[in-house]
Structure formats: C-alpha cells, structure tokens
C-alpha cells in the first residue's frame, strides 16, 4: 500500500497539464452589417460610333452598403469622372463621310447606381479576403451641359448626352485588415446609352447611323470603407 501510495504521488508531481485542442480557422465573421467609403476610378468610356461620348478619364465616389441577409448586401454609389468630349460636325450624308472635329467641351458624368451584391464567403472573410459579384441599375447623365464648341456646329447635329438609364455588372475583392476598415478593388462594365443627334432621327440619315446605341463602359476602382 505504501509502495502503490508513493507512486501515486511521484505521478502526481510529473504529470504534465492536458493542453486543450485548438482549431485555427481561415474563416472570420463580419461584426458589422453596414458601411461607408470613399474610392478613387478610372473610367473608360464608349465614345460610340460616331466619336461623340466622353473620353478616358479618373473620377472619384461615395459608396454606401448595408447587409439584408446572408451573403447579400445593398450598395448605392455615386461615381463623378471631370473629363471631355470632341465637337464633331455629324452633318454628313453617306457612309464614308468623315466627321470633322469642331472643338472640345467639357463632361460632369455622373453615373449613380443601386446594386445588389453577392459576397461568396457569405458574412465572413477568407484569411482576411471577402470576394463578391455585383449588378445593379440606375443613371448616367452630364452635369455640365452645353458648351461654348457646341455653337460650332448646326443644332440639329449636336450631341447632347442627356440622361440615360444604366445598368452595371461587375466583381471585386474586399480586404479587412480589421473589424473596422477595409480596402476594396473592383472592375465594373456599366451599360448606358449614347443618343445621337436629332439629324439622325429623321430622312436619310436615319439610314446610316442608328438614332441611339447602347454601349459598354468600364469603371476600375479602389476605395476605403469604414464598417458600422
């Protein structure tokens, strides 16, 4: 008994604690459901068959989102691009015509759009990287007008961009570096309408160039969020 009782106690003092089990996991769940950011753009614009859509440009926007359920999220955002567009004298009558270049004027394209993004982690990050697809809708316009260049040219032929419904398609990854922030990249292909001259609307030229067409649009943007 005291041989069996003493190497009880020797056990005792030699016995190592049981460390407890532990299982890292590359995911990590998302404590908040809404955001707000700023981000910076490179815009590329279809100038459209006849030249007259605005040209390459940066641009800069205000992005809003908020989670509805699972890996689905709300987002409106707002992208303002400062850039320029050819005057060009359309007055022309058959196909080989060239379009002169008049001048230059100024374009405040605003392109606003209401999306619904899917996040493929769902509400949760991937070693810190949330993937997502995007599409939406919404408006294209310019906010500077008329220009002074567009007097160069007969009104009947003058382009005027207008507003336009838009429609976006596009994917990107999000990166947390906390709960907090976050720092996204994303590619989009927004579609909107460029509306051609009045001329093209009636007689002839109708016959050669269509009175509208729907074009492709590129939109690269990075941007900073803060979650909430």
Known sequence: MKARALALLLLGFTALPVAGQRIDSPYRFLEHNQAGGVFAALVYPSQGRLGLGPEDAPGVGLRYGIGITGPFAVELEATYSPTTRAVVDTSFTTPDSVPVVKG?????????????????????????????????????????????????????????????????????????????????????????????PTAFRLGDRGALVPTDEWENHGILSVGLAMHF
């Open 104 to 196: 230059e004027a100024d374009i405040g394209l605003l392109v606003a759009m209401a999306s619904i993004r899917f996040n493929v982690t769902g509400a949760r990050t991937w070693h810190g990287l949330q993937p997502f697809v995007v599409f939406g809708a919404g408006l294209a316009l310019d906010l500077a007008g008329s220009s002074a260049a567009d007097e160069e040219v007969a009104a009947d032929v003058r382009y005027e961009m207008g507003t336009s419904f838009a429609g976006q398609l596009g994917a990107g990854i999000e990166w947390y570096p906390s709960q907090r922030w976050s720092l996204r990249l994303d590619a989009r292909n927004a579609l909107w309408k460029l509306k051609h």
